[in-house]
C-alpha cells in the first residue's frame, strides 16, 4: 500500500521553499498530496491567485524540479471556517493519507487530535522564500521573480499577475 503525505498550504504563490519542501516529503513517502487551501478566495492582496492558477503553477514547479507527476495529487480545499471540523472536511476532499507535514501549529494540533502523524518540515531560506515578501515585491515593483521557479514565472506572465496584483492594491478613486 502506497504511503501519502499531504502537504496544505494557499500558495499565493508556490515558490522554491515549497518545491524544496515537496521533494523532501516525496524523499519519505510514496505519495505527495498538496491541498490548496483558501480554495475560493481570489483576486485579493492576500489571495491573489484562484486555485486553477495555483495549481497551474504548482504542477509546472513540480514538473521543472524533474518531480514524476504521477506521484502527486493536487486537491482544492475551500475554507469552513471552523476548526473542529475542519479535519474532516480535508479528508473528504483527499486521497487517504497517514502523514501531516506542516509548520502551522493549529494545522498539526488539529491533525494531532485526530490521530495523524504530524511532521514539521525544514525551514528552506524562510525569510526569502515566503509568501507574503514574494507578493509585497511584486506589488512594489521590487525583484521577486529569483524566489520562484522560472516555470512559474512564465505562468504568472500567461496570467498577467503583477498587473493584476497592482490594480489589486489601488482604491477606489472616490475615496483618495
Ligand atoms: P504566506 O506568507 O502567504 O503565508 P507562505 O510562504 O507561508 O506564504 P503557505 O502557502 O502558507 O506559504 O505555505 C504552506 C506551508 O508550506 C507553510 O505552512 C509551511 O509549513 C511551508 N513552507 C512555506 N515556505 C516554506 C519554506 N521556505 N521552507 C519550509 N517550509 C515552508
Ligand atoms: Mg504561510
Redesign the pocket.
Known amino acids: 500500500m502506497a504511503s501519502r503525505g499531504v502537504?496544505?498550504?494557499?500558495?499565493?504563490p508556490?515558490?522554491?521553499?515549497?518545491v524544496?519542501?515537496f521533494k523532501q516529503i516525496l524523499r519519505e513517502v510514496d505519495e505527495l498530496i498538496v491541498g490548496i487551501?483558501g480554495a475560493q478566495e481570489s483576486h485579493t492582496l492576500?489571495n491573489p491567485f484562484t486555485a486553477g492558477e495555483r495549481m497551474l503553477m504548482i504542477t509546472r514547479a513540480l514538473a521543472e524540479a524533474g518531480v514524476n507527476l504521477s506521484r502527486v495529487h493536487i486537491i482544492p480545499i475551500p475554507d469552513v471556517n471552523n476548526n473542529a471540523i475542519w479535519v474532516s472536511h480535508v479528508i473528504s476532499l483527499s486521497p487517504p493519507f497517514s502523514v501531516v507535514?506542516?509548520?502551522?501549529p493549529l494545522?498539526k494540533r488539529l491533525f494531532k487530535e485526530a490521530g495523524f502523524k504530524t511532521k514539521?518540515?525544514?525551514?528552506?531560506?524562510?525569510k526569502e522564500?515566503?509568501?507574503?515578501?514574494i507578493?509585497d515585491r511584486m506589488i512594489n515593483g521590487r525583484r521577486w521573480e529569483n524566489l520562484v521557479p522560472k516555470s512559474v514565472v512564465e505562468v504568472m506572465r500567461e496570467i498577467n499577475a503583477v498587473e493584476r496584483m497592482k490594480d489589486l492594491s489601488k482604491t477606489d478613486y472616490l475615496l483618495r
Open positions: 502537504l496544505i498550504g494557499r500558495f499565493q508556490p515558490h522554491k521553499g515549497h524544496e519542501v487551501g492576500e507535514y506542516s509548520g502551522n494545522v514539521t518540515p525544514p525551514p528552506f531560506k524562510r522564500y515566503w509568501g507574503t515578501n507578493r
